[in-house]
Structure formats: structure tokens, C-alpha cells
């Protein structure tokens, strides 16, 4: 009835939406933050606080 091509869809919507999220928070670097991804640099400032 048309519904299993809105939820393949939506499975891809969703499955991109979370590679987006994986790439910001693990592979995208940033100058402001020494040119770490933001994963990288909050690992390094609490094993340096510690």
C-alpha cells in the first residue's frame, strides 16, 4: 500500500542523520580546538584534568 517505501525512507533519513552526528562529534576537525574533533579534544582535557 505504499507505506514499505515511506519507511525505507525514513530508515534512510534516520541512518543519515546519525552518520552526520558520527562525522561532528568524531571526524570533523575544528582550529578552535587545536584541530581535534570534538570527541578527540574532550578525551584530552579530562585525561589532562585528571
Known amino acids: 500500500y505504499g507505506r514499505e517505501k515511506e519507511l525505507l525512507t525514513f530508515k534512510r533519513f534516520h541512518k543519515a542523520i546519525a552518520n552526520y552526528i558520527?562525522?561532528?562529534?568524531?571526524?570533523?576537525?575544528?582550529?578552535k580546538i587545536k584541530w581535534m574533533s570534538p570527541i578527540k579534544f574532550r578525551e584530552t582535557f579530562i585525561s589532562n584534568y585528571n
Open 22 to 31: 558520527y562525522y561532528y562529534n568524531y571526524k570533523r576537525i575544528k582550529d
